[in-house]
């Protein structure tokens, strides 16, 4: 059952949020940081951010898209966003010849929601990448998903914003959403 209008949840102002619903969590952790620390010089509150994205709806799967770059503390984060209910998805990042250094999630993000969308109504996509626009076009009108992007304004693409269903401006609750640096 996909909507179910008596059963909406009362406290939520968006009609496509649903009690019943199955939803999935797709989090974007490299986005997420650079745009907590370059745009709040803060850290993002995953606990938080997850309660957040749920709503008091069926969660299937929350997946945290994490590159491994061997960096202080960065077994303790792993072992965090797992104790916070995130399935962690690590890669290894890569370094050119030359010193360029490149890791991202994109397609691997794409590829889940794509497998894992027949066992979902909502799905809550955490990024403000605009590569994702094709992706989101794609879910909500070939899978028939209700989809929210979850991110910070300032960093987000326009475009993503405007083809999500939903969009939940992180920067606008900075309490519930971040940590302020020094803090934990």
């Given amino acids: 059952m996909r909507k179910s209008k008596k059963t909406a949840i009362a406290e939520e102002?968006?009609?496509?949020?649903?009690k019943e619903q199955r939803v999935g969590v797709f989090v974007d952790v490299q986005n997420l940081y650079?745009?907590?620390?370059?745009?709040?010089?803060?850290?993002?509150?995953?606990?938080n951010l997850l309660k957040e994205a749920i709503k008091g709806r069926n969660l299937?799967?929350?997946?945290?898209?994490?590159?491994?770059?061997?960096?202080?503390?960065?077994?303790?984060f792993f072992d965090a966003l797992k104790n916070f209910g995130y399935e962690v998805k690590a890669k290894d990042l890569q370094v050119f010849y030359g010193g360029a250094k490149k890791g991202d999630w994109d397609v691997g993000i794409a590829m889940d929601?794509?497998?894992?969308?027949?066992?979902?109504d909502a799905i809550v996509l955490v990024?403000?990448?605009g590569?994702?626009?094709?992706?989101?076009?794609?879910v909500k009108h070939a899978l028939g998903c209700y989809v929210e992007v979850m991110?910070?304004?300032?960093?987000?693409?326009?475009?993503?914003?405007?083809?999500?269903?939903n969009f939940i401006d992180m920067a606008k609750e900075p309490s519930t959403y971040l940590i302020q640096s020094g803090k934990s």
Avoid at 60 to 72: F, N, Q
């Fill in 151 to 165: 991110a910070f304004g300032k960093s987000s693409s326009q475009k993503l914003v405007e083809v999500a269903d």
């Fill in 34 to 47: 650079y745009s907590a620390k370059f745009s709040h010089n803060a850290k993002v509150n995953y606990k």
């Fill in 127 to 129: 990024s403000g990448d």
């Fill in 131 to 138: 590569d994702f626009v094709p992706l989101v076009n794609h």
């Fill in 13 to 18: 102002p968006h009609a496509g949020l649903y």
């Fill in 113 to 120: 929601l794509i497998e894992l969308s027949s066992r979902l």
């Fill in 60 to 76: 299937i799967r929350a997946i945290a898209y994490v590159i491994k770059a061997d960096v202080k503390d960065e077994a303790n």
